[in-house]
Nanobody, 123 residues
Framework: QLQLVESGGGLVQPGGSLRLSCAAS????????IGWFRQAPGKEREGLSCITGGGGASTFADSVKGRFTISRDNAKKSVFLQMSSLKPEDTAVYYC????????????????WGQGTQVTVST
């Protein structure tokens, strides 16, 4: 099994930046694509970004394209989400998840999920 733990969330001013980390444990990490999702109260879980197992390709949702970047360090079994130009509507619990099938925007394709980390964008 692959276990994922998110960290790096917190309170940030509008226009500010945060870097989220997703730390993985397990024998095979580079065989999984890793996606980032978020869920705000009263809303469905939204796919934000995904990076392939080798880090050679990535995807972004329109809502975060140009503001967020994704990267991974397979030696450290970690994936990062760099968030810039944050807006109040970015406030949500952020999750990382692993897919053995590749990068997709839907939650159906991700078999392992972290516990989530809270991001609050407010003055």
């Amino acid at each position: 099994q692959l276990q994922l733990v998110e960290s790096g969330g917190g309170l940030v001013q509008p226009g500010g930046s945060l870097r989220l980390s997703c730390a993985a444990s397990g024998l095979i990490f580079d065989g999984y694509s890793i996606g980032w999702f978020r869920q705000a109260p009263g809303k469905e879980r939204e796919g934000l970004s995904c990076i392939t197992g080798g880090g050679g390709a990535s995807t972004f949702a329109d809502s975060v394209k140009g503001r967020f970047t994704i990267s991974r360090d397979n030696a450290k079994k970690s994936v990062f989400l760099q968030m810039s130009s944050l807006k109040p509507e970015d406030t949500a619990v952020y999750y990382c998840a692993a897919s053995a099938l590749g990068c997709y925007s839907g939650t159906y394709y991700y078999s392992q999920w972290g516990q989530g980390t809270q991001v609050t964008v407010s003055t």
